[in-house]
C-alpha cells in the first residue's frame, strides 16, 4: 500500500517575516524571538492566503515584532519600518 503525503498548499507569509526580519538585522532566523510570541502564525498565513487577489485595493496585516513595525501584504511583499 502507498501512501502519500500532501504537501501544506497555505503560503508561508509567517515564514517570509522571519526571514525577511533576520536579513534586514544581518542575524540568523534562530537569534529573533518567536513570531508566535506577537502574532499566531498560521493564522496570518491562513487569513493573507484567503484574500481574493484582483481588486485595487491590496490586503495586509501590520504588527509589532523583534523592535520592527512589520507589514505583510498578500502579495508577500514585506515591509520592516
Known amino acids: 500500500m502507498n501512501a502519500v503525503c500532501g504537501s501544506r498548499s497555505i503560503p508561508q507569509y509567517s515564514s517570509e517575516v522571519v526571514s525577511a526580519v533576520a536579513a534586514h ?7 529573533l524571538p518567536p513570531l508566535y510570541d506577537v502574532i499566531d502564525p498560521d493564522a496570518l498565513d491562513a487569513l493573507l492566503s ?11 496585516v501590520d504588527f509589532e515584532y523583534a523592535g520592527y513595525r512589520v507589514v505583510v501584504f498578500e502579495d508577500r511583499t514585506v515591509v520592516i519600518e
Open 25 to 31: 538585522e544581518g542575524v540568523d532566523e534562530t537569534e
Open 50 to 60: 484567503s484574500v481574493q487577489t484582483g481588486g485595487s485595493d491590496q490586503a495586509s
